[in-house]
C-alpha cells in the first residue's frame, strides 16, 4: 500500500491552456474524490466516483472541468481554458465504500495549479 | 446544506502545553460523522480522529481527544502535551453517513507549537 498519489505536483500554465491531473488511489479502494483547496480555505468537494461512475458533481465544477475514472483505477482531473480563478490545490482521496464508519478518506498530496 | 464553522484563524502554544481548538456545524441530520484532520505545511491531510453523531462517549486518540456536544452541535480537539510536529493546520470536516459521503469542512485554524 504506497497511498494516494497525485501527479503533477505542481502545474503552471498560462490562461486558456488545458491541464490534466492525474491520481492514483490506494489499490483496493472502489470511491476516489476529488476536492479544491484554496489559499486559506478549506478543500472543497468537486466530485466522486464509485469505480468507474461518476455519481455526484458539485456546482463548483463548471462545464470546463471534466473527470473520469476508467476501468475504475486511476482518475484525471482536465481543465479547459484554464482561469485565473482556477489556481488552487486540487486533492484527490479514495475509501473504500462499505466500511461503514471506518470508511475513512485517505488524500493525496495535492497538485498545486497557478493559471498565470 | 451543512456548514461547518472554525472561530479560530490562527493558534500559538508553547510546547508540552495543552490546546483546544474549536468546531461548530449546522445540520438537520441525526447521525453523521465528524472528523479532525491535519494538514502539515507543504505535506497531504491525514485523520487525526473521528466520532459518530450516536456514540455520546467521546473519541480519544493518545494526545488527542474530543468534546462532542451533539445538542450544542460543537466538536472540539484537544491536544495534550503538545509537540512540535503537532505544527499544522487541522481542519474540522462533516460527513453524512449516505450518498455520497463527501467531507464539507470547515475553514482551517493554523497551529504553531513553539519550542
Known amino acids: 500500500d504506497t497511498g494516494v498519489s497525485q501527479d503533477p505536483r505542481h502545474k503552471i500554465t498560462k490562461r486558456g491552456q488545458n491541464v490534466t491531473f492525474r491520481c492514483d488511489p490506494i489499490?483496493?479502494?472502489?470511491?476516489l474524490y476529488w476536492y479544491r483547496q484554496t489559499l486559506g480555505q478549506g478543500p472543497e468537494f468537486l466530485t466522486y466516483?464509485?469505480?468507474?461512475?461518476?455519481?455526484?458533481k458539485s456546482r463548483l465544477l463548471s462545464d470546463r472541468f471534466s473527470a473520469e475514472r476508467p476501468k475504475g483505477s486511476f482518475s484525471t482531473l482536465e481543465i479547459q481554458r484554464t482561469e485565473q480563478g482556477d489556481s488552487a490545490m486540487y486533492l484527490c482521496?479514495?475509501?473504500?465504500?462499505?466500511?461503514?464508519?471506518?470508511?475513512?478518506?485517505?488524500f493525496g498530496p495535492g497538485t498545486r495549479l497557478l493559471v498565470l | 446544506a451543512q456548514t461547518v464553522t472554525q472561530s479560530q484563524p490562527e493558534m500559538s502554544v508553547q510546547e508540552a502545553e495543552t490546546v483546544t481548538l474549536s468546531c461548530t456545524y449546522d445540520?438537520?441530520?441525526?447521525?453523521?460523522?465528524l472528523f479532525w484532520y491535519k494538514q502539515p505545511p507543504s505535506r497531504q491531510m491525514i485523520l487525526v480522529i473521528r466520532?459518530?453523531?450516536?456514540?455520546?462517549q467521546n473519541a480519544t486518540e493518545n494526545r488527542f481527544s474530543v468534546n462532542f456536544q451533539k445538542a450544542a452541535k460543537s466538536f472540539s480537539l484537544k491536544i495534550s502535551d503538545s509537540q512540535l510536529g503537532d505544527t499544522a493546520m487541522y481542519f474540522c470536516?462533516?460527513?453524512?453517513?449516505?450518498?455520497?459521503?463527501?467531507?464539507?469542512f470547515g475553514q482551517g485554524t493554523r497551529l504553531t507549537i513553539n519550542p
Open positions: 489499490s483496493e479502494h472502489n470511491r
Open positions: 466520532q459518530e453523531a450516536y456514540k455520546q
Open positions: 466516483f464509485q469505480n468507474e461512475a461518476q455519481l455526484e
Open positions: 470536516a462533516f460527513m453524512r453517513p449516505w450518498g455520497a459521503q463527501k467531507l464539507v
Open positions: 482521496a479514495s475509501s473504500l465504500a462499505g466500511a461503514g464508519f471506518q470508511e475513512t478518506q485517505y
Open positions: 445540520t438537520s441530520e441525526s447521525n453523521y460523522y
